[in-house]
C-alpha cells in the first residue's frame, strides 16, 4: 500500500502528497493532461515540441536550469499520446525551489521567438536521429495508421512529418498554453522526504494564485470497430525481413486492458515465452520476436514483431506466429502459465516501488486516470484475471478483422 | 493571501556543498574458497540484486567473440537442464537473470523478490558449474548474433562506437577490438568449453549483493558456491595490454549515402582512476559536455540547434582511459557542430571558470551524488566499482572533497593539459 493524501486547490489544481522518509531526496512531478491524441492532424508533434519550449524560460524566471542546478536537483520530462509529464528530483531540504520554478512555468512562458527557432531544430534533429536514420525507423508511422482510421493515435507523438514541427509558429505555442497549460488540466504530485502539513502551504503559496483557466474538455473522436483483414507490403533497403502485427485491445481502466498485458506476458515475456521458445528457439524462423502493448490510456493495440531468419519466408514466418495464437485461442493458458504471470506481475511491481520517484509519477498518472488510490488496486486487479479471461480475450482481439500486417522485406537482399 | 509573493526571488535553498555525504557501508564476507562477497542490506520493498563477476571479458579469448559467446550461452543449457527449463525457473518466479560480457569482466545478475532467493541460487550455481554449451544452441546464437550486427551495421553510431574505441586503443587492444561477421562464424564449442573451465569454473569470482537481503545468504552463497573450485578475484595486479593507436586521426566515414545525420565522435586516451588527474578531470568533464547545463549543450543544443543531444564523459574502462566527445548531428551541420567542439575546449584552455558557474557545478554534482546514492542497487554499483578498480571508500570521500574544492586555476590548467585538439581522434560517420 503506498500512502498519499489528496487535495484541491481553490483554482482546481489536484494535489497528491507521498511521504517516504527512507530518502533524502524530494520528487515535484507535474502531469498536464495533454498528449499528442489533442494535436490538430495538421500539427502533429506539436505537445511533444511544447514540453522542450517549457524548458525555456518562464515568466519571472529567465533561466529554468540555472537555479535548480545550484540546488542539486535534475529534472527531465516527457510527452506521450496521452499525457505530458515534467518531474524534478533535488534534496528535500530544497523542495521549494522545485514547487517555485514548476509554478512561475505553469503561471506563463517567456515565449520567446529564439527559443522556439532553437528546439525546432533540436526537435527536428531528434526526429532524424531515432525515425530517419535507422532501419525500420518508419514502420510506426505506416502501423499506426493502418490501424487507427480517424482516432488521433494514428499519429506519433514525434509528429507525422517533419514539416509539421518546421512550420509551428509563436502564435500556435501561445494558443497551446492557453488551452491546456492551466491548474484544471494538471496535477501536481509531490514526494519525498517531507512532511503533508509544512508543504501545503508551500504548494498553497506558489500555486495557489494561479488562473484556474479553463479545463479543456477532450472530444476525440472514436475509432470505428475494425472489421476487415488489413495488410500493407514495404521494400526497404534494410539487412533483413520484418513482420509486424497488430490487434486493438481495451482501454487502459478496462478489464480487458489487464488481460491483454497479461498475454503479452504469456507469449513475449522472457526467455521462455511461448514465442521465443516455438519461433527463435525450436523452428528457428526468427532471431527475435517481442510481444508488448502500448499501455494506453484510450483503446491500444498489442503488438507482435520480429525479424526474420535469413532464408526464411514471410508466409512461412507468418502462419507460425498464427499457429501460435490459435493454439491460445484454442487451448487457453496453464494453470502454471497464470501462476508464473502471477508472480511475474509481483515482482515487476515491487521493483517499480524501489524508487520514490516512479511512484510520484504513479500517483500523478492514476490521479490523471480519476483517482490515485487506483494505483494502490492494480495487484489486484492482475490476480482478478482468470485462465478463462486469457482466453476468451485472445479468441476476441486475434481475430484477423482486428488485426493489421506490416511485411516489411529487405530490398537488395543479396547485398547482406 | 493577502502579500503577493516576488516570483523573480529564489527560495532560500541548503547549499548541497554544505551536506553530509555518506557512502552507505557494505559488510564483506569471503566463503571457504576464498570468493569475496560484498552485500548491503538496504531498502523497503523486498526485493534485492546478486552479481557474480569473473574475470572472463573478451580481454582473455585467444579467438575473437569466444568470451562473449561463452558468457551468452550460460544460461542455455547444463548437464540436467536443458536452456527453457533454465529460463523457465527465472521466469516463473518473476526472477530477471542477465548477463553481460566487457573488456575485463564477465557478469551474471539476478533481480529477484527477496523470498525467492532459495529456489534460485541453485540454478545459478549450475551454470557456473556444469553448463553444456550445446551445439544447437551455439548454433542459434551464431545465427541471431550475426542478423543483430547486420541491422547495427546500418547505424552510424554503432559503426562510429567501434571505430573510435579502435582508434583510441587498437584493433587488437581488449578495449578497442570488435566482432565482425566472419567471427561470429568460426566461433567452435571447442573453443567455448576450455574458456569456460579456466574463466568461469576454475576462474576469478567476487559476489555483489544488495537490497533486502535475507538472514540466510551468506549460508545459501557458501552452500551453493563456496566449494566450487573457485577463486579470489584479484584486483590489485591488473593485466596491461599495449596500446596500439592509429596514426590517423581525423576521419570522415560514409556509412549510408543518404543518412541524414553524422555520428560524430571525438576521443583521446586518458590515465586511470589511480592518477591524480582523474578525479579533479570529472569536475572539468562536468562544466564542458557532463550534463544538460554543460557548456556544450548549452552551446551546441540549446543555442544553435545541431543536435538532440551531446554529451561528454571519462571512459568506464579499469587500466586506461578516455575522453570522449559523442553526439549525433544534422548532416548539414556536422562540420560545424565539431568545430564549436573545440571552441569550448578553447575557451576552458584560455579562460577560468567563473564562480557562478564553479558553484553551481559543484552543487549539482553533490546533489546528483546524493540522488545516486538513494537506491541499494546504485550504492553497491559504487561499491562494485571502488572493488573492481582497487579503491576503497576513501576514493568516494576524495571525490567529494575534490568537488568542493577544486579551483578555477587547477581546472583552467587540466583543460590545458589534457583539452589539447592535437591529442583527439576525430570521427564523423554518416
Given at each position: 500500500?503506498?500512502?498519499?493524501?489528496?487535495?484541491?486547490?481553490?483554482?482546481?489544481?489536484?494535489?497528491?502528497?507521498?511521504?517516504?522518509?527512507?530518502?533524502?531526496?524530494?520528487?515535484?512531478?507535474?502531469?498536464?493532461?495533454?498528449?499528442?491524441?489533442?494535436?490538430?492532424?495538421?500539427?502533429?508533434?506539436?505537445?511533444?515540441?511544447?514540453?522542450?519550449?517549457?524548458?525555456?524560460?518562464?515568466?519571472?524566471?529567465?533561466?529554468?536550469?540555472?537555479?535548480?542546478?545550484?540546488?542539486?536537483?535534475?529534472?527531465?520530462?516527457?510527452?506521450?499520446?496521452?499525457?505530458?509529464?515534467?518531474?524534478?528530483?533535488?534534496?528535500?531540504?530544497?523542495?521549494?525551489?522545485?514547487?517555485?520554478?514548476?509554478?512561475?512555468?505553469?503561471?506563463?512562458?517567456?515565449?520567446?521567438?529564439?527559443?522556439?527557432?532553437?528546439?525546432?531544430?533540436?526537435?527536428?534533429?531528434?526526429?532524424?536521429?531515432?525515425?530517419?536514420?535507422?532501419?525500420?525507423?518508419?514502420?510506426?508511422?505506416?502501423?499506426?495508421?493502418?490501424?487507427?482510421?480517424?482516432?488521433?493515435?494514428?499519429?506519433?507523438?514525434?509528429?507525422?512529418?517533419?514539416?509539421?514541427?518546421?512550420?509551428?509558429?509563436?502564435?500556435?505555442?501561445?494558443?497551446?498554453?492557453?488551452?491546456?497549460?492551466?491548474?484544471?488540466?494538471?496535477?501536481?504530485?509531490?514526494?519525498?522526504?517531507?512532511?503533508?502539513?509544512?508543504?501545503?502551504?508551500?504548494?498553497?503559496?506558489?500555486?495557489?494564485?494561479?488562473?484556474?483557466?479553463?479545463?479543456?474538455?477532450?472530444?476525440?473522436?472514436?475509432?470505428?470497430?475494425?472489421?476487415?483483414?488489413?495488410?500493407?507490403?514495404?521494400?526497404?533497403?534494410?539487412?533483413?525481413?520484418?513482420?509486424?502485427?497488430?490487434?486493438?485491445?481495451?482501454?487502459?481502466?478496462?478489464?480487458?486492458?489487464?488481460?491483454?498485458?497479461?498475454?503479452?506476458?504469456?507469449?513475449?515475456?522472457?526467455a521462455?515465452?511461448?514465442?521465443?521458445?516455438?519461433?527463435?528457439?525450436?523452428?528457428?524462423?526468427?532471431?527475435?520476436?517481442?510481444?508488448?502493448?502500448?499501455?494506453?490510456?484510450?483503446?491500444?493495440?498489442?503488438?507482435?514483431?520480429?525479424?526474420?531468419?535469413?532464408?526464411?519466408?514471410?508466409?512461412?514466418?507468418?502462419?507460425?506466429?498464427?499457429?501460435?495464437?490459435?493454439?491460445?485461442?484454442?487451448?487457453?493458458?496453464?494453470?502454471?502459465?497464470?501462476?508464473?504471470?502471477?508472480?511475474?506481475?509481483?515482482?515487476?511491481?515491487?521493483?517499480?516501488?524501489?524508487?520514490?520517484?516512479?511512484?510520484?509519477?504513479?500517483?500523478?498518472?492514476?490521479?490523471?486516470?480519476?483517482?490515485?488510490?487506483?494505483?494502490?488496486?492494480?495487484?489486484?486487479?492482475?490476480?482478478?484475471?482468470?485462465?478463462?479471461?486469457?482466453?476468451?480475450?485472445?479468441?476476441?482481439?486475434?481475430?484477423?478483422?482486428?488485426?493489421?500486417?506490416?511485411?516489411?522485406?529487405?530490398?537488395?537482399?543479396?547485398?547482406? | 493571501?493577502?502579500?503577493?509573493?516576488?516570483?523573480?526571488?529564489?527560495?532560500?535553498?541548503?547549499?548541497?556543498?554544505?551536506?553530509?555525504?555518506?557512502?552507505?557501508?557494505?559488510?564483506?564476507?569471503?566463503?571457504?574458497?576464498?570468493?569475496?562477497?560484498?552485500?548491503?542490506?538496504?531498502?523497503?520493498?523486498?526485493?534485492?540484486?546478486v552479481n557474480w563477476v569473473f574475470?572472463a571479458?573478451?580481454?582473455?579469448?585467444?579467438?575473437?567473440?569466444?568470451?562473449?559467446a561463452a558468457n551468452f550461452l550460460l544460461k542455455n543449457g547444463t548437464s540436467t537442464k536443458t536452456a527453457f527449463e533454465i529460463n523457465d525457473q527465472f521466469?516463473?518466479?518473476?526472477a530477471h537473470m542477465s548477463r553481460n560480457c566487457?573488456?575485463?569482466?564477465s557478469e551474471l545478475t539476478l533481480?529477484c523478490?527477496?523470498?525467492?532467493?532459495?529456489n534460485l541460487l541453485p540454478v545459478v550455481s549450475e551454470m557456473i558449474s556444469d553448463s553444456v554449451f550445446p551445439?544447437?544452441e551455439?548454433?542459434?546464437?551464431?545465427?541471431?548474433?550475426?542478423?543483430?550486427?547486420?541491422?547495427?551495421?546500418?547505424?552510424?553510431?554503432?559503426?562510429?562506437?567501434?571505430?573510435?574505441?579502435?582508434?583510441?586503443?587498437?584493433?587488437?587492444?581488449?578495449?578497442?577490438?570488435?566482432?565482425?561477421?566472419?567471427?561470429?562464424?568460426?566461433?567452435?564449442?571447442?573453443?567455448l568449453?576450455?574458456f569456460y573451465a579456466?574463466y568461469y569454473q576454475?576462474g576469478?569470482c567476487?559476489i555483489?549483493?544488495?537490497?533486502?537481503?535475507?538472514?540466510?545468504?551468506?549460508?545459501?552463497l557458501?552452500?551453493h558456491f563456496?566449494?566450487l573450485?573457485l577463486?579470489?578475484?584479484?584486483?590489485?595486479?591488473?593485466?596491461?595490454?599495449?596500446?596500439?593507436?592509429?596514426?590517423?586521426?581525423?576521419?570522415?566515414?560514409?556509412?549510408?549515402?543518404?543518412?541524414?545525420?553524422?555520428?560524430?565522435?571525438?576521443?583521446?586516451?586518458?590515465?586511470?582512476?589511480?592518477?591524480?588527474?582523474?578525479?579533479?578531470?570529472?569536475?572539468?568533464?562536468?562544466?564542458?559536455?557532463?550534463?544538460?547545463?554543460?557548456?556544450?549543450?548549452?552551446?551546441?543544443?540549446?543555442?544553435?540547434?545541431?543536435?538532440?543531444?551531446?554529451?561528454?564523459?571519462?571512459?568506464?574502462?579499469?587500466?586506461?582511459?578516455?575522453?570522449?566527445?559523442?553526439?549525433?548531428?544534422?548532416?548539414?551541420?556536422?562540420?560545424?557542430?565539431?568545430?564549436?567542439?573545440?571552441?569550448?575546449?578553447?575557451?576552458?584552455?584560455?579562460?577560468?571558470?567563473?564562480?557562478?558557474?564553479?558553484?553551481?557545478?559543484?552543487?549539482?554534482?553533490?546533489?546528483?551524488?546524493?540522488?545516486?546514492?538513494?537506491?541499494?542497487?546504485?550504492?553497491?554499483?559504487?561499491?562494485?566499482?571502488?572493488?573492481?578498480?582497487?579503491?576503497?571508500?576513501?576514493?568516494?570521500?576524495?571525490?567529494?572533497?575534490?568537488?568542493?574544492?577544486?579551483?578555477?586555476?587547477?581546472?583552467?590548467?587540466?583543460?590545458?593539459?589534457?583539452?589539447?585538439?592535437?591529442?583527439?581522434?576525430?570521427?564523423?560517420?554518416?
Amino acid at each position: 500500500m503506498i500512502q498519499f493524501e489528496k487535495f484541491t486547490l481553490s483554482n482546481g489544481l489536484r494535489v497528491v502528497v507521498h511521504e517516504d522518509h527512507s530518502t533524502p531526496l524530494a520528487v515535484v512531478n507535474v502531469m498536464y493532461d495533454v498528449g499528442a491524441k489533442d494535436e490538430d492532424p495538421d500539427k502533429t508533434g506539436f505537445a511533444h515540441l511544447f514540453e522542450h519550449l517549457m524548458f525555456g524560460g518562464s515568466v519571472n524566471i529567465a533561466d529554468f536550469e540555472m537555479p535548480l542546478q545550484m540546488a542539486g536537483g535534475e529534472n527531465n520530462a516527457y510527452t506521450s499520446n496521452d499525457l505530458t509529464n515534467y518531474y524534478i528530483t533535488l534534496p528535500a531540504e530544497n523542495l521549494e525551489t522545485g514547487l517555485w520554478l514548476d509554478s512561475d512555468r505553469m503561471l506563463s512562458l517567456a515565449f520567446s521567438e529564439k527559443s522556439l527557432e532553437v528546439q525546432r531544430k533540436v526537435v527536428m534533429e531528434e526526429f532524424k536521429e531515432h525515425y530517419l536514420n535507422k532501419p525500420y525507423g518508419d514502420v510506426w508511422f505506416k502501423l499506426r495508421e493502418m490501424a487507427y482510421k480517424v482516432h488521433p493515435y494514428r499519429w506519433q507523438t514525434i509528429g507525422k512529418e517533419l514539416s509539421h514541427i518546421e512550420n509551428a509558429t509563436l502564435d500556435d505555442v501561445k494558443q497551446f498554453f492557453a488551452k491546456h497549460y492551466n491548474p484544471s488540466n494538471a496535477i501536481l504530485a509531490v514526494g519525498g522526504h517531507i512532511k503533508t502539513a509544512e508543504v501545503l502551504p508551500l504548494i498553497e503559496k506558489w500555486f495557489g494564485d494561479i488562473p484556474p483557466g479553463k479545463k479543456y474538455v477532450r472530444h476525440l473522436p472514436e475509432e470505428p470497430r475494425q472489421n476487415e483483414e488489413r495488410r500493407m507490403e514495404v521494400r526497404a533497403d534494410v539487412p533483413l525481413d520484418a513482420l509486424y502485427k497488430v490487434w486493438h485491445i481495451d482501454e487502459r481502466m478496462s478489464h480487458g486492458y489487464y488481460v491483454a498485458d497479461l498475454i503479452t506476458e504469456v507469449m513475449g515475456g522472457g526467455a521462455s515465452s511461448r514465442l521465443y521458445q516455438s519461433l527463435v528457439k525450436e523452428q528457428k524462423l526468427f532471431s527475435n520476436i517481442e510481444c508488448y502493448h502500448f499501455g494506453s490510456v484510450e483503446k491500444g493495440l498489442l503488438a507482435i514483431e520480429g525479424k526474420l531468419v535469413k532464408g526464411v519466408k514471410m508466409d512461412d514466418a507468418e502462419r507460425a506466429v498464427n499457429l501460435e495464437l490459435e493454439k491460445l485461442k484454442q487451448d487457453g493458458v496453464t494453470e502454471k502459465e497464470l501462476e508464473k504471470t502471477r508472480n511475474r506481475t509481483e515482482s515487476t511491481l515491487a521493483f517499480e516501488d524501489m524508487s520514490v520517484m516512479t511512484r510520484v509519477n504513479n500517483l500523478a498518472f492514476y490521479e490523471l486516470l480519476g483517482d490515485a488510490g487506483l494505483f494502490n488496486e492494480d495487484r489486484e486487479k492482475y490476480f482478478a484475471v482468470t485462465r478463462e479471461d486469457m482466453q476468451t480475450y485472445s479468441q476476441r482481439i486475434f481475430d484477423i478483422n482486428n488485426c493489421s500486417t506490416l511485411c516489411y522485406f529487405a530490398e537488395n537482399a543479396a547485398l547482406n | 493571501m493577502d502579500v503577493m509573493i516576488d516570483r523573480t526571488v529564489a527560495p532560500e535553498i541548503k547549499l548541497p556543498i554544505d551536506l553530509n555525504l555518506v557512502l552507505p557501508p557494505v559488510k564483506k564476507y569471503t566463503l571457504s574458497n576464498g570468493v569475496e562477497v560484498y552485500a548491503l542490506d538496504m531498502g523497503s520493498e523486498d526485493v534485492m540484486m546478486v552479481n557474480w563477476v569473473f574475470y572472463a571479458g573478451s580481454a582473455y579469448e585467444t579467438k575473437k567473440g569466444v568470451a562473449a559467446a561463452a558468457n551468452f550461452l550460460l544460461k542455455n543449457g547444463t548437464s540436467t537442464k536443458t536452456a527453457f527449463e533454465i529460463n523457465d525457473q527465472f521466469d516463473y518466479y518473476g526472477a530477471h537473470m542477465s548477463r553481460n560480457c566487457y573488456s575485463e569482466t564477465s557478469e551474471l545478475t539476478l533481480h529477484c523478490l527477496s523470498k525467492h532467493l532459495d529456489n534460485l541460487l541453485p540454478v545459478v550455481s549450475e551454470m557456473i558449474s556444469d553448463s553444456v554449451f550445446p551445439a544447437e544452441e551455439l548454433h542459434i546464437y551464431k545465427q541471431n548474433a550475426q542478423q543483430r550486427l547486420r541491422v547495427n551495421l546500418r547505424k552510424s553510431e554503432f559503426v562510429a562506437n567501434r571505430l573510435i574505441d579502435a582508434y583510441i586503443f587498437g584493433e587488437q587492444h581488449p578495449y578497442g577490438k570488435y566482432n565482425n561477421m566472419e567471427d561470429y562464424a568460426a566461433i567452435e564449442r571447442e573453443d567455448l568449453l576450455p574458456f569456460y573451465a579456466n574463466y568461469y569454473q576454475k576462474g576469478q569470482c567476487v559476489i555483489f549483493a544488495a537490497g533486502k537481503i535475507p538472514y540466510t545468504l551468506i549460508s545459501q552463497l557458501e552452500k551453493h558456491f563456496g566449494s566450487l573450485p573457485l577463486r579470489r578475484l584479484d584486483p590489485s595486479v591488473p593485466q596491461k595490454w599495449p596500446l596500439q593507436p592509429a596514426a590517423e586521426k581525423k576521419v570522415r566515414h560514409i556509412n549510408d549515402p543518404d543518412g541524414v545525420q553524422a555520428a560524430i565522435r571525438i576521443g583521446r586516451h586518458f590515465p586511470n582512476r589511480h592518477h591524480p588527474d582523474f578525479q579533479k578531470a570529472l569536475v572539468l568533464n562536468n562544466i564542458f559536455g557532463g550534463f544538460f547545463g554543460s557548456r556544450l549543450m548549452a552551446n551546441i543544443r540549446e543555442e544553435k540547434g545541431y543536435t538532440y543531444g551531446i554529451h561528454s564523459y571519462l571512459l568506464n574502462y579499469t587500466t586506461e582511459s578516455g575522453w570522449m566527445i559523442s553526439t549525433e548531428a544534422g548532416r548539414d551541420v556536422s562540420e560545424a557542430t565539431i568545430k564549436e567542439v573545440y571552441k569550448e575546449m578553447q575557451s576552458l584552455r584560455q579562460e577560468p571558470v567563473e564562480e557562478e558557474e564553479l558553484m553551481m557545478t559543484r552543487n549539482f554534482m553533490i546533489g546528483s551524488i546524493l540522488g545516486d546514492l538513494d537506491g541499494p542497487f546504485q550504492v553497491i554499483g559504487r561499491w562494485k566499482n571502488l572493488v573492481l578498480n582497487n579503491l576503497d571508500e576513501n576514493y568516494f570521500y576524495r571525490q567529494i572533497e575534490i568537488i568542493k574544492t577544486i579551483s578555477a586555476a587547477e581546472l583552467q590548467e587540466l583543460a590545458n593539459k589534457y583539452l589539447q585538439p592535437g591529442e583527439f581522434y576525430e570521427l564523423s560517420v554518416i
